[in-house]
């Protein structure tokens, strides 16, 4: 079954602290994977994408990183900063498939 | 340029009433689509349109839903007898085309509340 699962579901973390967010995913045939940010009360914005031959790939204070050997991939934050506060989707594409497959997200809440 | 723009942005129906909500892609992107997302839960596909080609409905949870796109661009989203669990957020996405490369943007939604 195709699935993207997230952990942890929330988190809350001192202004100025790194954290890591994870997704795991058994979406197959693999495309591509996203993550993207979600503000309360907006849509969600992405941050980077990832195909099967990339391993890290920055953003900012984002990094992600993909394992498409053990379909693991996590989102690293630096220097976390208030408006960082928001829920995190790791969303994967299935190859030749339209519809994507998304996570239930990690909802951060950074703290001063 | 203007985003994805959704009306309205807050809709309080009561139950068995039908409501409409509107999505203005961004200009020039043939693809759209219309998401749900329910308090705690993922993004749930519901419906997704490509340029002239008949549009991708398997995701509609119910013969209560429709949508149609008008001219390839503007939306509409119906419900028809609202149901307390029709409660949600209702996103609406636009991407360039149906490569999977094209990122989809997202509107702001409409968060349904059905009393």
């Known amino acids: 079954k195709n699935q993207v699962e997230q952990s942890p579901q929330s988190l809350i973390i001192l202004e100025g602290k790194n954290c890591t967010l994870q997704?795991?995913?058994?979406?197959?045939?693999?495309?591509?994977l996203r993550w993207y940010k979600q503000d309360t009360g907006r849509g969600p914005v992405s941050l980077t994408i990832?195909?099967?031959?990339?391993n890290t790939k920055s953003n900012g204070r984002y990094t992600a990183t993909l394992d498409a050997d053990t379909k693991q991939s996590s989102l690293h934050i630096t220097a976390s900063q208030l408006s960082d506060s928001a829920s995190y989707i790791c969303?994967?594409?299935?190859?030749?498939?339209?519809?994507?497959?998304f996570g239930t997200g990690t909802r951060l809440l950074v703290s001063p | 340029g203007a985003g994805v723009s959704q009306s309205p942005s807050n809709k309080v129906t009561e139950k068995g009433k039908d409501v409409e909500l509107r999505c203005d892609p961004i200009?020039?992107?043939?693809?759209l689509y219309w998401y749900r997302q329910s308090l705690g839960q993922g993004l749930e596909f519901l419906i997704y349109?490509?340029?002239?080609?008949?549009?991708?409905k398997s995701g509609l949870p119910s013969d209560r839903f429709s949508a149609e796109r008008t001219g390839g661009s503007v939306s509409t989203l119906t419900i028809q007898r609202t149901q307390q669990e029709d409660s949600a957020v209702y996103l609406c996405?636009?991407?360039?085309?149906?490569?999977?490369?094209?990122?989809?943007?997202f509107g702001p939604g409409t968060r349904l509340t059905v009393t």
């Open positions: 349109f490509q340029g002239n080609s008949a549009p991708d």
């Open positions: 990832m195909t099967f031959s990339e």
């Open positions: 996405a636009s991407s360039l085309g149906e490569t999977t490369a094209y990122e989809q943007y």
């Open positions: 969303v994967v594409r299935r190859t030749g498939f339209q519809k994507l497959v």
């Open positions: 200009s020039g992107h043939t693809a």
């Open positions: 997704c795991n995913y058994t979406v197959s045939p693999f495309s591509n």
